[in-house]
Every structure is written in structure tokens, then in C-alpha cells.
């Protein structure tokens, strides 16, 4: 079974399977030396992070007056979160202390929305700071911790598993404190913008689509019919026969252009879905797919129309894969709600195996509904069918004036 949550991100915490602490003993273990070797390292460490982070402050600051003042600042802040990285790797290697790397800085592909709006975004990335706020606090905890596992190694050696132990302790409330990612507020950001790309390059994929269908479509048929008529005008007068036979034609392709127009406009939005509700819209398009397909929606009432047109083109594009390649006897619609969700599942008893690798119409599907803070889970063994569940929020629908 493969799940697909908006929610790509990382996690704050810290991973559930961190080493455990043992109890401290008067042993020297090898886990002890590690961290005495932590603490020790500690001063070096602390004292490069203080210049760099003193330096890049204080120079961009005083040059923020000039065109190159911030820009230098935002540089150094990347600079300084590269510093957050090595501190938590070397956490993990000397305290066993896990914690997820942050979610890259919002805006951090300078070509793609503009070098100032990086300078902006790196300038307010929270982790950069608070990297930088550990820098600082460090330098005199590096000198205090220097200073006590070295008089500990040759005067309070008995004791120094035990000091060792509440200094690391101390340093791991650091680390997780001020090196971890900026809990939900920061994941949720990073999510939004991910989303709002998907739905900024979904939307012009299907502009591209409906300029492609008209140019292609109806538009060709009606310069032709144009045409037609142009030359049935010509012939009205000298042979009214055949200027009939090409009105006749011309009719026809009327007809033809109108019924192209009809599919292009359901492909938008369908008319049925506005005038009568997803019960509705999902039994027409359930009669054009391949198999047989049951359609059951249990709503009392209706979903804001922004998520009905989700829910739609979601069951339209499940149902298209089913005709297209499930093999599938028969197949199940079924749409209802729980509490602020509207949950969608799609079953057939084809020949399964379908896969939500990148590139592919599910993968494609689920990244749209991820942009909605939907979930998609497809279950699709080989050889007994495909069960796919959607949910997405309800959202009330808001009254017409």
C-alpha cells in the first residue's frame, strides 16, 4: 500500500529511536569517551562557529547601507546554517542525538524567483538565526566545558563519568533546542510554497490544454464552416442545389463544433456538477467508463465548489485509468463525509498493480491533491484489483448572493 500526504516535511523532534541513555557509572566506557571527547572538542568547535557568526554579522550589518551589505548578510546566514549541519552530525556521532535536518530555506533557489527575493527569505530564515544564537551561547559553554573535563581527567577522575554526563545532558538540550527544525509553523510553510507550485504549474498545464483543444478542435472546424458558408454564398445564385448540399455539410459541422465546445466546457467544469451535485456529475461519468460501475454518494449536503470540482476530476481521472488499463469487470464509486473531510474511494476487480512512481497519472494525481492538504492512498496488489481513497477537507460551501 502507498501513501502520499501533502505533507512531505520534516519532523522537529527528535527521532524515536535515539539512543537511550544508559545510567552513569564510575566506568569509563566507550559511550563516556565519546562524550568526553565531545566536550573537549567542544572549545575548537565553538570558537571557529563565534568568529565566523561575529564576523558575518557584524559586517553585514555594517555594510547594509550598501548595495552589498545584505546580500553578504544573506550569504553568511547560509554559511552559518551549513554550521547547524556539521553541529548536528556531530551530535549524532558523539551524543546520539538524532534530529531531522530542517526543511531548506523558503525561496532558496535564487534563479527561479528572483535574487531578491532570496536575499528576503534567507534574511528571515528562522534556522539560520537560531544556528546563529547556538554559535554564540557555545564559545563560553566551550571554554567551561574544556576547562571542567580537563581538571576532571586529572583531579576528579572517580567522578568524571558522572560530570560528563550532566555536561553532554546539557548540550543535547542545546542541540535539540535551538539545532532542531522550527516545529509545525516552519514545516507547514515550506509545504504551502511546494503546494502553491503545483497548483501554479498545474493550472498552466491546463491552459495549455484548452488553447490546444480549441486551436485544434473547434477553432479548425469553425474557420472551415466559415469557409463553406462563404462559398455557398458564392454559389447561391448559380447553383442553388449544390449551394444547399454545402449548407447541409455546414450543419452538420455546426453540430460537430458545438458538441466539441459542450466536451470542452465539462472538461472545465462540468454543468451538471454547478446544477445538481456530485451525485449526479459521478453517475455521468461513471456510464462512460469501460466497466460497470456502481456510484454511491452519501451527502446530506454539498462541499464548497472548489472541492467538488476536486472530488469530480479526481473520480474522472481514476475512472479513465480503470477503462485505459485496470481490465476491470466491475468498479465502485463511493463519496461521503466524515466530520471535516470528504473521503472518495475508487475500486475495481482488475488486474492491479498499479504504482505511484514519479511520472505517472497517479503520482500526478496525488501532488494535485497534496496541494489541498488532500490524501491519497493506493492499494494495488497484482492480480486483485486497485483500491484508491482520497480525502480531502470539506470546507463549507458559501451561500450565492
Not at 14 to 37: G, M, N, V
Not at 131 to 159: D, E, H, Q, S
Not at 280 to 305: D, F, G, K, N
Request: glycine fraction near 8%; include cysteine.
Amino acid at each position: 500500500m502507498t501513501v502520499s500526504r501533502t505533507v512531505p516535511g520534516t519532523t522537529s523532534r527528535a527521532s524515536a529511536d535515539e539512543d537511550p541513555l544508559p545510567p552513569s557509572s564510575f566506568a569509563l566506557d566507550r559511550r563516556t569517551w565519546k562524550e568526553i571527547a565531545h566536550l573537549l572538542i567542544n572549545l575548537p568547535v565553538a570558537l571557529i562557529g563565534f568568529v565566523y557568526v561575529a564576523f558575518t554579522i557584524s559586517v553585514g550589518a555594517g555594510l547594509s547601507v550598501t548595495v552589498i551589505g545584505l546580500p553578504l548578510l544573506a550569504f553568511g546566514l547560509a554559511g552559518v546554517r551549513m554550521l547547524g549541519r556539521w553541529e548536528r552530525a556531530r551530535a549524532r556521532a558523539m551524543l546520539g542525538v538524532r534530529i531531522d535536518e530542517p526543511s531548506p530555506p523558503l525561496g532558496s533557489r535564487p534563479l527561479r524567483k528572483g535574487f531578491l527575493h532570496w536575499v528576503r527569505r534567507s534574511l528571515l530564515d528562522p534556522v539560520a538565526w537560531r544556528t546563529a544564537l547556538y554559535c554564540f551561547i557555545r564559545l563560553p559553554w566551550g571554554v567551561l566545558t574544556f576547562g571542567v573535563i580537563m581538571v576532571g581527567l586529572f583531579v576528579l577522575w572517580p567522578v568524571l563519568p558522572f560530570i560528563t554526563r550532566a555536561l553532554t545532558a546539557a548540550d543535547r538540550v542545546m542541540v535539540r533546542g535551538l539545532l532542531s527544525p522550527s516545529d509545525e509553523l516552519e514545516r507547514r510553510i515550506a509545504e504551502l510554497e511546494s503546494d502553491r507550485g503545483v497548483v501554479v504549474d498545474t493550472a498552466a498545464a491546463d491552459l495549455r490544454r484548452i488553447e490546444r483543444d480549441l486551436h485544434d478542435g473547434a477553432q479548425a472546424r469553425l474557420v472551415a464552416l466559415a469557409m463553406g458558408l462563404g462559398l455557398a454564398k458564392e454559389k447561391l445564385l448559380e447553383d442553388p442545389e449544390a449551394a444547399a448540399a454545402m449548407v447541409d455539410e455546414a450543419h452538420g459541422e455546426v453540430k460537430i463544433a458545438l458538441q466539441e465546445l459542450r466536451d470542452l466546457a465539462r472538461g472545465i467544469h462540468p454543468a451538471v456538477l454547478t446544477d445538481r451535485g456530485l451525485g449526479a456529475a459521478l453517475s455521468s461519468i461513471s456510464a462512460r467508463c469501460t466497466a460497470p460501475v456502481r456510484v454511491s454518494v452519501e451527502l446530506t449536503e454539498r462541499p464548497a465548489q472548489a472541492i467538488e470540482g476536486i472530488a469530480y476530476f479526481t473520480v474522472s481521472e481514476l475512472l479513465q485509468n480503470i477503462s485505459k488499463h485496470a481490465r476491470a469487470t466491475s468498479a465502485t464509486v463511493e463519496v461521503w463525509r466524515s466530520a471535516d473531510r470528504l473521503l472518495i474511494q475508487v475500486s475495481d476487480d482488475g488486474r492491479g498493480g498499479a504504482r505511484l512512481d514519479a511520472g505517472t497519472g497517479m503520482s500526478g494525481l496525488a501532488e494535485r491533491l497534496q496541494a489541498v492538504d488532500g490524501l491519497f492512498v493506493l492499494d494495488s496488489s497484482e492480480g486483485k484489483g486497485t483500491t484508491v481513497t482520497v480525502e480531502v477537507p470539506w470546507r463549507e460551501r458559501v451561500a450565492q448572493p
